[in-house]
């Protein structure tokens, strides 16, 4: 969906990050910036059994950014690294229903940012496989 507007889901998060902070335990994270506006992310991921058990956040970003980094936290708990990674900055668009058409590309911060965090994480564990291309 995209509007002129945030949706209430994004003010909601905006206002109500969900796992904002770092993450003392994590085993990976990622930093993020936004080349054009210079926003940035920090994200902790707690990985077990190949399955992301949680996520968490810090952000220095518009409400956008903020929203859809929150709302990454949600999603990712609980998913395989694969379906995680899978995941596309839409997705995270659609989970804090859509974002204005300006502002659809602050999303692309938490898709980055697990990506990141997961091949940094595979590359901890095997850091002669070959990467899958994926950025
Ligand atoms: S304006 Fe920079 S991520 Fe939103």
């Given at each position: 969906m995209v509007s002129e507007y945030y949706s209430p889901q994004v003010i909601d998060h905006f206002e109500h990050p969900r796992n904002a902070g770092a993450m003392e335990d994590a085993d990976a994270q990622a930093y993020v910036t936004n080349?054009?506006?210079?926003d940035s992310l920090r994200l902790f991921l707690r990985i077990e059994d190949d399955h992301i058990t949680r996520a968490s956040f810090l952000s220095s970003g518009c409400p956008a950014s903020i929203a859809t980094s929150s709302a990454a936290t949600e999603l990712l708990a609980g998913k395989p690294l694969a379906e995680a990674e899978a995941l596309t900055r839409e997705a995270y668009a659609d989970a804090v229903g859509g974002l204005p058409k300006s502002k659809i590309h602050c999303s692309v911060l938490a898709a980055s940012a697990v990506r990141q965090a997961v091949a940094e994480w595979r590359n901890r564990l095997d850091p002669l496989a070959p990467s899958d291309g994926v950025a």
């Open positions: 080349p054009v506006c210079g």
